[in-house]
């Protein structure tokens, strides 16, 4: 083998982490493109929890994955989605956490005017399906508004068109939403409009709208792109205010207009929907009153004729009265006769009931029922005299049954019960007293050979520095004062005489120190 040979194949290359050539990679890749433009169709599109947005754009035979922070996305002119051609403008950067590159896609654009009808045609379905285009969820205009909300940008000539025409045909109030009617902003201000409108308290300072009407003048597909975001046609579909759609011409048709409840072609037909002219009611008033006064004259004339004609079949008065007249003379003339046969009967029938009514009959009647009421009151006496005899055997055979012996034989019966469970009582109390103070001696007994003084019996010590206990050898050389010891017999200082013992309180806990 020469010796000049490298025996490993480019072992004498540099070596690198893998951040450094991450980020020599990054450096490349962004140095050499730099801002780009990328044509190519929408793949997959997530929209993260953050805010960012992840798509990739792709052809026949790559892809590219593109990323839009979240600062980003509001500047978007158009939210990519799947499907969608674009032309997608940024920077290429490298993701070193995958060992990969992708775009950070900060502009999208539509790719043509194809594409655009071929998304819109795919939402219009996807909406469809939802049922926000059906015919039986659209409300009825009304008649003749009070107040009357346009959503439509305050600088243009639609305004001025709309109100024009309002105006020339019945005037009404109009509250006007302001708001961008193309662009980025157009969509979001447009359905927030809808919505504020909804939102107004009905007979409020701001009071809500009858009527709502969406407008805009003409212009390409790309400057009517607002009208057409999912966001404006969910609002209108759940307007609960009837609402006009009045986007573009006539030619133009964008999907508010399937939502809204009325399509109309242009600004002022939406105002000429609106309501109806007022010249033109009043003629309508006055021509409903003419011919409500002829047929009122018609109506009576003709009732007059049908009363004049069934007034001519009718027989004449007399020969209808006739014969009730003449029914009425012969009753009058049998009504005299027909009295006094009358009084007559009752008069004999009188005469008959007063028959019976003679002084000496009543006198009889009333002497026969006295009699019955001495017979009565004869047999009352006896019958009360027998009810006492039978009340009182009763009441004298209960009283033999209460005889005061035996009560007074209970009664002695209880007390001796009584003064029994009296004695049971005082004994059992005795016993307890006895053996609880048992129990507190042997407690007593216990405190005094736990207390300290016994230890110091077995030769113990407490050293004290005044009031306080020493417990440490470090404590008694820091001593200031004298110490002093006490013993089983009394107390001492080192070096001096003995010291009185204190005579503790009987009931007083004992001193608490270290034992030595």
Known sequence: ????????????????????????????????????RVKGEVGRVVRARSGHLYFDLKDDRSVLACTTWKGQVDGLSVIPEEGMEVVAQGKLTTFASQSKYQMNAVEVAVAGVGALMAMLEKRRKALAAEGLFDAGRKRALPFLPEIIGVVTS??????????????????????????????????????????GFNALTPGGALPRPDLIIVARGGGSIEDLWGFNEEVVVRAAAGSAIPLISAVGHETDTTLIDHAADRRAPTPTAAAEMAVPVRLELM?????????????????????????????????????????????????????????????????GALSEAAAGLRPGTIRAGIAQRRERAERAGARLGPELARGAARARERLEARAGRLRPALVTERTARAGERVAALAARLEAAQRGQAEARGRKLDALGRLLGSLGYEETLKRGFAVVREGDEVVTSAARAKAAVGPLEIQFADGRMVPGGGAVKKKAAPKDAPPEQGDLF
Not at 6 to 35: C, I
Not at 171 to 193: N, S
Not at 291 to 307: D, K, M, P
Not at 326 to 338: E, G, S, V
């Open 1 to 36: 083998m020469d010796l000049i040979d490298d025996p490993t194949p480019g072992g004498n290359a540099p070596e690198f982490t893998v951040s450094e050539l991450s980020g020599a990679v990054k450096r490349v890749v962004e140095g050499e493109f730099g801002y780009v």
């Open 154 to 195: 305050p600088q243009g000539a639609v305004i001025r068109d709309i109100l024009h025409r309002l105006r020339d045909r019945f005037p009404r109030k109009v509250l006007v939403w302001p708001v961008a009617v193309q662009g980025k902003d157009c969509a979001p201000q447009v359905a927030r409009a809808i919505e």
């Open 283 to 347: 003629a309508a008033v006055d021509g409903f009153g003419g011919r409500l006064r002829r047929a009122v004259s018609e109506s009576v004339r003709g009732r007059r004729q049908r009363l004049t004609d069934l007034a001519r079949a009718l027989p004449r008065p007399e020969v209808v009265l006739g014969g009730a007249q003449q029914r009425l003379d012969q009753w009058a003339d049998r009504l005299p006769a027909a009295l006094r046969t009358a009084v007559l009967k009752k008069r």
